[in-house]
């Protein structure tokens, strides 16, 4: 929250002026949190509803190993959907793609340490890195367990560093569940233990991190492994989960890593058979929702007498129905106020 200059009279200065500057002066100042500005007077409040990020780190960490490579086309496919919509942000990024790969590669960027950004390349050339990655029928260049969180954590600290105050965008795409060791640590969950990591490297700042995993979902009764199976034929991880099947430490073999980090740091999950590019959305543009309900900090005693006006980021006026919920003091729109929009309270007299 930043509270701005206060002015004594309202009516010296026109509504749409006003909105102007107050919200030239949030530009100036954008983040993902929501700003507000309050005059001394209490009866009339400014608002600007939430930026969502115009610059993003993304990290794509994809299983590499030979059943993949029964999947390849399906993938670069939604690849290819993933870049177009990447490419459509206003403002920049930076990507990096990485494997989960620990024997080998360990953590490196592909192809050759390439940090990929929206002015850098071809999509066609971006859609290439995958296909290249799942080339191999047989891979004897990578090791037979997956990594993915070992290989991520040697990947942010070594060959893709995170930019300050950025938002960090990670994406897991394979057929397995992650084996990371963490010896160092006592008795902690290997999802817990990953995403404080993660987190550790934004301030710990929750709206700057988001995970999606890409990942098999569990067989219904009404399917078989030939059908949602695509890559590995028989054996999957998921399929042990239940089975008795342990690990070298003793704990279970399935623990649905991937999956639940993606829950833990609240971005999605699909599953690797479906055409899941339009299903959730994977360009981290939205950190989070775009709140509809704004506290209003004087008081209201009688709400016919509170005036709700938003203009959008030209400075023209949006008309969207609200209500006053007098029990937590907050107008409710029926839709969310459009990203960079402002928003004035003003309580009269009389």
């Not at 592909?110 to 890195?129: I, W």
């Not at 799942?134 to 560093?161: R, V, Y």
């Not at 073999?253 to 609240?266: I, P």
Request: charged share 20%; aromatic share 8%.
């Amino acid at each position: 929250m930043k509270t701005f200059t206060s002015f004594r009279n309202l009516k010296e200065i026109s509504l749409a002026v006003l909105s102007l500057i107050f919200l030239g002066t949030a530009v100036v100042l954008s983040s993902c949190s929501q700003k507000e500005s309050f005059l001394t007077s209490g009866s009339s409040q400014f608002i600007v509803q939430d930026l969502n990020p115009a610059y993003l780190d993304i990290l794509w960490v994809v299983d590499d190993r030979s059943p993949m490579n029964l999947v390849r086309d399906h993938l670069v496919s939604e690849a290819s959907n993933f870049f177009v919509r990447l490419d459509g942000i206003p403002g920049n990024y930076q990507m990096g793609i990485t494997t989960m790969d620990m024997l080998r590669n360990r953590g490196a960027l592909k192809p050759a340490g390439t940090v990929l950004t929206k002015k850098l390349g071809t999509l066609a050339e971006r859609v290439q890195v995958f296909e290249n990655l799942l080339s191999q029928i047989i891979n004897l260049q990578t090791g037979a367990e997956n990594k993915g969180f070992a290989a991520t954590l040697l990947s942010l600290n070594q060959h893709f560093t995170p930019r300050a105050g950025v938002p960090l965008v990670l994406v897991f795409i394979s057929d397995g569940d992650d084996f990371s060791s963490f010896s160092s640590v006592t008795n902690q969950d290997a999802v817990d233990y990953f995403a404080a990591q993660i987190l550790s490297l934004k301030g710990n700042k929750e709206d700057l991190v988001k995970a999606y995993s890409i990942n098999y979902v569990p067989l219904t009764s009404s399917t078989s492994i030939s059908d949602a199976r695509c890559a590995t034929r028989n054996n999957a991880d998921i399929d042990k989960a239940g089975s008795g099947a342990v690990r070298a430490d003793g704990s279970p073999w399935f623990q649905n890593r991937y999956f639940r980090l993606a829950q833990k740091l609240k971005g999605d999950t699909a599953d690797l058979c479906s055409s899941f590019a339009s299903k959730i959305d994977l360009s981290g543009l939205r950190l989070k929702a775009l709140p509809n309900r704004f506290r209003v900090e004087g008081t209201v005693t009688n709400p016919s007498l509170l005036s709700v006006t938003v203009n959008d980021r030209t400075g023209q006026s949006v008309n969207i129905p609200w209500t006053f919920d007098s029990r937590t003091n907050e107008v409710v729109f029926q839709t969310a106020p459009p990203e960079g929009s402002s928003i004035h309270f003003l309580i009269s007299s009389n």
